[in-house]
């Protein structure tokens, strides 16, 4: 009996010590309840996340909120004049920590860097045009990139702009709204350093390091998701 008693006990500390509840919301009106929750496996998603989605598409603007499981990577932003994109996630590592319900408001604070902005289907269109952007919050670099969107209407695009440099650093993490830079991906530090295509590179000078504990190949699934469903809420 005393074996079996501690057999069960053993097993309930080994559970809750490999075990983490975090609260599990999509909410495409930018609140949560908190009345949902998810248990996830500590050797898999040590952290409870909640991530912030903004999306801003002319004079249309939303807000999604996703937590659950997962690691972070911290923020992701990228302002074209006309199509503005925000993503913050943020992490803790006890029961139900992520309980943050209300979407998180991007710096809109100028920080001093103009970039060269457009959104166009190709080069040529988005030459054509000298407007300029300026950037914000944490977006330290000037952008140039072109590839083709895996949305529910694909086709090419060119946008240059502010970013993160984050995103600078992960061309990939184009794919949160998405985007595929397969034809070029420039950034650069210089104000209005964005004006022409170049190679296929990533950031050209060093910018601040960052916490960030998950790459968006990891976590995009969910994310791509809303983001998506965001855009579809705006334009349809």
Not at 65 to 89: E, K, M, R, W
Not at 97 to 115: H, Y
Not at 143 to 172: E, Q, W, Y
Request: proline share 3%; charged share 15%; net charge neutral.
């Amino acid at each position: 009996m005393k074996i079996q008693l501690a057999a069960v006990l053993l097993t309930v500390l080994v559970t809750q010590g490999f075990s983490l509840t975090c609260h599990d919301c999509n909410s495409l009106r930018g609140n949560c309840a908190l009345n949902t929750t998810i248990e996830c496996n500590r050797t898999i998603h040590s952290t409870c996340r909640s991530i912030s989605v903004n999306t801003v598409i002319g004079a249309s603007e939303s807000n999604y909120l996703i937590s659950g499981c997962g690691g972070c990577f911290g923020i992701v932003t990228f302002n074209s004049g006309l199509i503005s994109h925000y993503v913050h996630t943020t992490c803790c590592s006890s029961n139900l920590c992520n309980d943050d319900v209300k979407p998180d408001i991007e710096n809109s604070t100028l920080n001093g860097l103009e970039c060269y902005s457009c959104y166009a289907v190709t080069e040529i269109g988005c030459n054509a045009t000298t407007d300029k952007v300026k950037c914000r919050g944490q977006q330290d670099r000037c952008i140039h990139t072109s590839g083709h969107s895996t949305g529910v209407d694909p086709r090419t695009f060119v946008m240059k702009g502010c970013a993160s440099d984050f995103l600078c650093r992960n061309p990939g993490a184009l794919g949160l709204f998405r985007y595929e830079a397969s034809a070029g991906f420039y950034c650069c530090k210089d104000g209005l350093c964005n004006l022409e295509s170049r190679n296929f590179t990533r950031s050209t000078t060093p910018g601040p390091s960052t916490t960030s504990t998950a790459s968006p190949s990891q976590l995009s699934s969910p994310l791509i998701m809303a983001v998506l469903l965001v855009f579809l809420r705006l334009v349809l």
